[in-house]
């Protein structure tokens, strides 16, 4: 048995905040600690009752002041983006053809792509995030890199094929055929292996064939328990290319509704731009609308409606969108996303931002009784922030700081440099740090 005592001040969410001042979803200690029992937490709270439980020879790391809380998750992410953050284009369909499309045939090459992965998971854990669900591309090999390298590190990892058979380069397409044989195979290799699972991934219904949704919604009945991962209603010129090729469906929604895709464990990445009907069909179904503030902004998409979903009780997570997106961080992704509730009078409290980007997006995932929360018998992935990591923070911080006070300094300012440490399965396993 290896047991690990984390010192600090520890926070971690029971319930999606109400308010600013609904203290009973939350659980903060000033002086607080985690045991750690072969990569599980096995007790979280204050200090000297959180050692009561420990066995004698338990090592201690003391994070002095800094804040401990359960590890970033980001439901919504490309892998095969690394190459093209900040890529210059004046909308979604600009951006793929020119740079996304481009990029992602390089991914052919088992060796580009295992180089790419090694990347990808240095830049997630430098940033706090400890899974994330991600499109691979449309080659096997993607596939195999991505989850290659998230096993090195023991991170529980979500990610899936790309489905893709049209409106795309002919290097980059397959037929409906392989899409189910190809993601048949991931499945067999990777779902359950580890902490690995397994997403039914068409990339969105531009980019598939009538077919090629039969055989996505062949394989959701087949796999109930698997992740669906798409893109809904991102851009105006995206929703009506998609209703020239489906104009049997009612609207955008409808398409994946037609083809059983839309579930409790669908992902529908943006979801800007929704009718009432088609949100009344995503409630009905339980999928989940991922918010992506950076990538919305720099794509010139549109604002996401919080206030209008949350009143008609949509289910709503938070992504980087990575490469849409411009930052891996998702205290830079909460800051944004503050922003875009401002311009709409929606006042977002830091509080409901960090439940959002831990337990919230757990909740959406259906993970929550694995990670998310500094809970008894969670998987020990856990971040450690300083919000005095810069010198323009540290002229910020004071110690009189309210929690509400110093999440909102976090990610106002913060971004990687606010990241001290990251255990994974309660390993050191910030990139950068010795361990």
Known sequence: MIATILRGRTLT??????????????RYEEQGAILIVDGRIAASGRHDQVSEKAPADARVIDHGDKLLLPGFIDPHI??????????????????????TFVEEQRFSDAAYGARIAEQFFDHLLRHGTTTASAFCSVHPASVDAYFTEAAKRNLL?????????????????????????????AIERWHGKGRALVAI???????STPQQMEVAGTLAREYPDLHIQTHLSENDAEIALTMDLYPEARDYTDVYGRYGLLGPKTLLGHAIHLSDREIGAIVEAGAIAVHCPTSNLFLGSGLFDLARLDRQQVRVAIATDIGGGTSYSMLRTLDEAYKIQQLQKNRLSPIESFWWATRGNAEALGLVERIGTLEPGSDADIIVLDRSATPAMASRDRDDLSLEEELFLLQTMGDDRAVAEVYVAGEASHPDRAP
Do not use: C
């Not at 969410?13 to 939350?26: E, H, I, K, L, V």
């Not at 979500?158 to 048949?184: C, F, H, Q, W």
């Open 78 to 99: 490309h892998f095969p983006q690394v190459g093209i953050v900040a890529s210059y284009a004046a909308n979604l369909l600009e951006w793929l053809n020119t740079f």
């Open 201 to 207: 991934t068409p990339r969105f219904a531009i980019t």
């Open 13 to 26: 969410f029971t319930a999606r905040p109400q308010g600013r001042d609904d203290a009973g979803s939350y």
């Open 157 to 185: 990892m979500i990610g899936g094929k790309v489905m893709m058979d049209r409106n795309a380069p002919e290097a980059l397409t397959d037929t409906p055929e392989k899409a189910y044989s190809e993601t048949r195979d």
